[in-house]
């Protein structure tokens, strides 16, 4: 059975989990919207990754939207007591299944009460606050009106801790003047690291990253070298991926998704995937 503890841990607020855990985007149906088209198939995900000891799981109400909290709650609940949950406000899902920002004090407190409800909690752990001036990823911008109604949220008792999603170091600066941020999730992978200085700079202050679309998300991670590696250690292209980030930095936590208990049992043997430092450097010349 895969040992995850060999991946150490990391502090999220007042909590500590794993740095692998699970990411539950991949419950909802195609582009993540709709039901699964096999639900019991989801529930099987959810309860062996806890079984596999992760302690860490990603999600949001607006998958689905709605959808993958409520197979959290049925898979789950009751919780056990060192599984912590990391839920996003700030986006909506239209009609035609589209992202759209959802940022008023009225959108982001019916957010919380929806993540509270379908998830079956009376207060979330973490709350990462996602930010929409851009789709497909950060554009500056001041984010202090949505932060300070996610605050106040907090301030009411229904949120622990705050993080970010899809910012730039800037608003990151300007949030922490603010409040205190216990993580920030952005996309990167060993092909995407314009966050290498963002990730230096938070491992500094003890605050946790969360790459989204570890493994390239819509677009699968390729390359010739990732592969090669793999091939030498008797890995996966995506398991080689995967630990790569472990060693980046300490402060790096990852949420790889996945539908399939097959898929998720290899993502989680990552952890005991060792990198030799000669694949390291060959590795760290896939991003150029």
Known sequence: MTNIDKTGTFSLGTRTVKRLGYGAMQLAGPGVFGPPKDRDAALAVLREAVALGVDHIDTSDFYGPHVTNQIIREALKPYPDDLTIVTKIGARRGEDASW????????????VHDN??????DVLDVVNLRIMLKVDGPAEGSIEEPLT???ELQRKGLVRHIGLSNVTAAQVA???AITPIVCVQNMYNIAHRQDDALIDDLARDGIAYVPFFPLGGFTPLQSST?????????????????????????NVLLIPGTSSVAHLQENLAAAELELPDEVLALLDEVAA
Request: avoid cysteine; aromatic fraction near 4%.
């Open 100 to 111: 759209l920002p959802a940022y008023s004090a009225q959108a982001l407190t019916q957010a």
């Open 226 to 250: 990732l592969s090669a590696v793999a091939s030498r250690l008797d890995a996966t292209p995506m398991q080689v991926a995967l630990a790569w980030l472990l060693r980046r930095s300490p």
């Open 116 to 121: 509270l409800r379908n998830l079956g909690l």
């Open 149 to 151: 109604a996610l605050v």
């Open 174 to 176: 300007e949030a922490r």
